[in-house]
């Protein structure tokens, strides 16, 4: 059972990264997307808190640097969202409590998680751009991320707290 | 309670489980940024299963993508229709002043002549994902792959001209690296003089993606609006020679630097890629049509 659940976490992960590779082209931004997955990993940080969503993140980070058209150094994103997974879950008792919150909450990850993964890309001279144009596409991220945050966090608490409950029964 | 049972724990514990995954992370990194990868076998196997997956979900959302068409506005429609008549009126003034022009087309054709007398065998595909530009790669997914005979360093074009190259294939996908990634070099011989250069990419998308091309020699002063067409390499590896790149859109120079930079304006429109062709050796055999001899040109 518990193999189950796990199964839909990586299934909801998958769909997320191939969504913003595949679906959110038509709409991107300058070729910005939203980035489906960090948000998949904020959710899981206020539904189950810093631990479960490092682990998440690290999942949803590989999936991203190694899926197809990835072509950076693989790890800068399960870097970044290991961490944002981790700082997000140290805050969730505000996000937890109102859905503005959350929303804010999501901003700041995507802020802290593109900026980190830009940073690595600095250190390790990885597909750097200019620190205008880094700017500008972080924060049309995290405007993008901020847009879908109101629709997807309510649907993705609901589903990852549903999963939760069941594997406690066990 | 429930919670502290699964996901809080003690905070030793978490603290420890994230030291683990930022250790695993710059240990990825560090083997990964090698250039003979070992995570080079994990990454095509990742490649087989999500490819296809990309390819089912493209070829199902291609419809309502497709749909936004419907819903351009009256008003957009005629915003065109002016910027068409604009556009009209230019040329006609060029049609009528410039007789220097054709001295350019013949060498100009000549050149792409060759492109399509050489005989260049392609592969069509089609574009079905697209790296988000928050990754700060510019690279796309392509529904043709190794079992269409596609394999890394071939050139990919389109009907407009250079689009990349492919830099990872896997048995149905392959990866294109575009022309205006910051690691796409591309050697470059301008129109009308054939000087050589190099083009790199800036990285950014829209309408202001843009190519940088270095001239060899400094004493060379690219004119505007000249055409820039790939320079090739030997055995068409990474590039095959003779594609039409772009157009000169400025040139600069400064005292400190010994060359000048043109900034080029890309022929091929990165924001909206579809249907591309990949440069194959010839008598290859796959389990896709390979075109050949003047099809396309």
């Given at each position: 059972?518990?193999?189950?659940?796990?199964?839909?976490l990586v299934?909801?992960?998958?769909?997320?990264?191939?969504?913003?590779?595949?679906?959110?082209?038509?709409?991107?931004?300058?070729?910005v997307?939203?980035?489906?997955?960090?948000?998949?990993?904020?959710?899981?940080?206020?539904?189950?808190?810093?631990?479960?969503?490092?682990v998440?993140?690290?999942?949803?980070?590989?999936?991203l640097?190694?899926?197809?058209?990835?072509?950076?150094?693989?790890?800068?994103?399960?870097?970044?969202?290991?961490?944002?997974?981790?700082?997000?879950?140290?805050?969730?008792?505000?996000a937890?409590k109102?859905?503005?919150?959350a929303?804010?909450?999501?901003?700041?990850?995507?802020?802290?998680?593109?900026?980190?993964f830009?940073?690595?890309?600095?250190?390790?001279?990885?597909?750097?751009?200019?620190?205008?144009?880094?700017?500008?596409?972080?924060?049309i991220?995290?405007?993008w991320?901020?847009?879908?945050?109101?629709?997807?966090?309510?649907?993705?608490?609901?589903?990852?707290?549903?999963l939760?409950?069941?594997?406690?029964?066990h | 309670?429930?919670?502290?049972?699964?996901?809080?724990?003690?905070?030793?514990?978490?603290?420890r489980?994230?030291?683990?995954?930022?250790?695993?992370?710059?240990?990825?990194?560090?083997?990964?940024a090698?250039?003979?990868?070992?995570?080079?076998?994990?990454?095509?196997?990742v490649g087989?299963?999500?490819g296809?997956?990309?390819?089912?979900?493209a070829?199902?959302?291609?419809?309502?993508?497709?749909?936004?068409?419907?819903?351009?506005?009256?008003?957009?429609?005629?915003n065109?229709?002016?910027?068409?008549?604009?556009e009209?009126?230019?040329?006609?003034?060029?049609?009528?002043?410039?007789?220097?022009?054709?001295?350019r087309?013949?060498?100009?054709?000549?050149?792409?002549?060759?492109?399509s007398?050489?005989?260049?065998?392609?592969?069509a595909a089609?574009?079905?994902?697209?790296?988000?530009?928050?990754s700060?790669?510019?690279?796309?997914?392509?529904?043709?792959g190794?079992?269409?005979?596609?394999a890394?360093?071939?050139?990919?074009?389109?009907?407009?001209?250079l689009?990349?190259?492919?830099?990872?294939?896997?048995?149905?996908?392959?990866?294109v690296?575009?022309?205006?990634d910051?690691?796409?070099?591309?050697?470059?011989?301008?129109?009308?003089?054939?000087?050589?250069?190099?083009?790199?990419?800036?990285g950014?998308?829209?309408d202001?993606g843009?190519?940088?091309?270095?001239?060899?020699?400094?004493?060379?002063?690219?004119s505007?609006?000249?055409?820039?067409?790939?320079?090739?390499?030997?055995?068409?590896?990474?590039?095959?020679?003779?594609?039409?790149?772009?157009?000169?859109?400025s040139v600069?120079?400064?005292?400190?630097q010994?060359?000048?930079?043109?900034?080029?304006?890309?022929?091929?429109?990165?924001?909206?890629?579809?249907?591309?062709?990949v440069?194959?050796?010839?008598?290859?055999?796959?389990?896709r049509?390979?075109?050949?001899?003047?099809?396309?040109?």
């Amino acid at each position: 059972m518990t193999g189950l659940k796990d199964a839909t976490l990586v299934a909801v992960v998958c769909v997320a990264v191939i969504a913003q590779a595949v679906v959110f082209r038509f709409v991107s931004v300058d070729g910005v997307v939203p980035n489906l997955a960090l948000v998949v990993v904020v959710a899981a940080a206020i539904s189950r808190g810093p631990q479960f969503a490092a682990v998440l993140g690290f999942g949803a980070g590989m999936l991203l640097d190694l899926a197809p058209p990835a072509d950076h150094v693989a790890g800068r994103w399960a870097l970044a969202l290991v961490l944002v997974g981790y700082l997000a879950g140290l805050v969730r008792q505000d996000a937890r409590k109102s859905p503005f919150m959350a929303v804010v909450l999501v901003g700041a990850a995507s802020f802290v998680g593109t900026s980190l993964f830009a940073l690595s890309g600095f250190v390790l001279d990885d597909g750097a751009l200019p620190v205008a144009e880094t700017l500008r596409v972080i924060v049309i991220s995290v405007l993008w991320d901020l847009m879908l945050a109101p629709f997807l966090i309510p649907v993705l608490l609901w589903g990852i707290d549903r999963l939760q409950p069941l594997r406690m029964a066990h | 309670m429930a919670r502290r049972g699964y996901g809080g724990g003690p905070a030793d514990k978490s603290r420890r489980v994230l030291g683990l995954l930022v250790l695993a992370s710059l240990t990825v990194i560090t083997l990964d940024a090698r250039t003979d990868s070992p995570l080079d076998p994990v990454r095509s196997a990742v490649g087989a299963v999500v490819g296809p997956l990309e390819d089912a979900t493209a070829t199902a959302t291609r419809p309502f993508a497709d749909a936004g068409g419907f819903f351009r506005t009256n008003k957009s429609l005629r915003n065109d229709i002016a910027t068409l008549s604009a556009e009209n009126s230019r040329l006609r003034g060029q049609v009528s002043t410039e007789p220097l022009d054709r001295q350019r087309l013949a060498a100009l054709d000549a050149l792409t002549r060759t492109a399509s007398e050489t005989g260049y065998s392609l592969v069509a595909a089609r574009v079905i994902a697209m790296g988000p530009v928050q990754s700060f790669t510019r690279t796309v997914t392509i529904d043709a792959g190794s079992s269409a005979g596609l394999a890394k360093d071939m050139t990919v074009l389109n009907n407009d001209g250079l689009v990349g190259r492919v830099v990872q294939t896997t048995r149905s996908t392959a990866t294109v690296l575009l022309i205006i990634d910051t690691d796409s070099v591309v050697g470059g011989r301008l129109g009308t003089n054939a000087e050589i250069g190099f083009l790199r990419g800036r990285g950014s998308i829209g309408d202001s993606g843009r190519l940088d091309l270095e001239l060899v020699d400094n004493a060379v002063t690219p004119s505007r609006d000249d055409v820039v067409v790939t320079w090739g390499s030997k055995n068409g590896v990474p590039y095959v020679a003779g594609i039409p790149i772009g157009r000169v859109e400025s040139v600069t120079s400064s005292p400190r630097q010994s060359s000048r930079l043109a900034v080029i304006r890309p022929f091929a429109d990165f924001s909206a890629l579809d249907v591309v062709g990949v440069v194959v050796p010839k008598g290859t055999r796959g389990d896709r049509p390979v075109i050949t001899e003047g099809g396309a040109r």
